[in-house]
């Protein structure tokens, strides 16, 4: 299990990474890395936790957390309900491979939320369309693993 209490700051340490401390400020990548440095991983924003997915950075850190949080709610996004969900999907068959217990722990909680059991009883979708893009993301993320 991850400590979700690590900075980001800590975690590039840990990984042995220095990073400049300059910031671009034309670089929004950079505006809001320089961010979230200080930030613990208990701290981040949903969006926050996906960027980094999105970006493949400190992935055995992130998805860890990811998963933490989806247990919680499994819609939870920044930008649109099911968008760390989302990212996770995007990781390729070697990262998951790779690691197996956090592959079993993402087909558990897959396999809970298709039963219904995960998602809130007052969470509303805002039209069928985005249920039914969440269902089949479920889905093709469950089949992906499986093979």
Not at 3 to 26: A, F, H, K, T, W
Not at 53 to 71: D, G, H, M, N, S
């Amino acid at each position: 299990m991850i400590n979700n209490n690590l900075s980001i700051e800590e975690i590039e340490q840990r990984e042995g990474i220095e990073v400049e401390p300059i910031v671009y400020i034309d670089s929004s990548i950079s505006i809001w890395y320089h961010e979230v440095r200080k930030k613990r991983l208990s701290q981040l924003t949903d969006g926050d936790v996906a960027r980094f997915i999105r970006q493949q950075v400190f992935l055995k850190y992130l998805v860890p957390e990811a998963i933490r949080r989806l247990w919680e709610n499994p819609t939870i996004g920044e930008l649109y309900d099911g968008e760390v969900l989302k990212q996770l999907s995007t990781l390729n068959k070697e990262f998951w491979n790779n690691n197996q217990e956090l592959k079993q722990e993402l087909l558990d909680l897959l396999n809970s939320i298709e039963t219904k059991r995960l998602i809130p009883s007052d969470f509303e979708w805002i039209s069928n369309e985005d249920e039914k893009d969440f269902t089949e993301l479920v889905w093709l993320l469950k089949e992906k693993l499986d093979n």
